[in-house]
């Protein structure tokens, strides 16, 4: 038994915000199958494995002091919409007790 070929995917993981980046397999980072973690377009790190890149990624995020923005509030729910949508699952997930039994012959 021999190797599995290795898949060649590509990997993305930013923050534009700060310029801030994690790849394998892009056009911005050499196609050697190692993780680069990217800061500005320059080159921070080049590791192996995934978790070992995650960690300066991490890091580089905590040092940056960065947030995420807040989350919008929770838009106004269509009451009959919801209502609908209930009956709706309710009916498909009792329909197996209107089925309709009986002989030859019988509709």
Not at 17 to 25: C, T
Not at 56 to 72: K, M, N
Not at 91 to 107: I, L, N, P, Q, T
Request: glycine share 10%; charged share 30%; net charge positive.
């Amino acid at each position: 038994m021999g190797k599995r070929p290795t898949e060649r995917t590509a990997y993305k993981q930013s923050i534009p915000a700060i310029g801030l980046s994690l790849e394998r397999y892009t056009n911005s980072v050499p196609n050697d199958g190692s993780y680069y973690v990217l800061h500005g377009g320059q080159v921070k790190g080049r590791f192996r494995t995934k978790s070992a890149a995650l960690d300066l990624y991490r890091s580089i995020v905590r040092e940056s002091g960065f947030s995420p923005p807040p989350v919008e509030a929770e838009t106004q729910r269509d009451e009959a919409l919801e209502r609908y949508l209930d009956q709706k699952a309710a009916y498909w997930a009792d329909s197996h007790k209107h089925v309709r039994r009986g002989g030859k012959g019988r509709f």
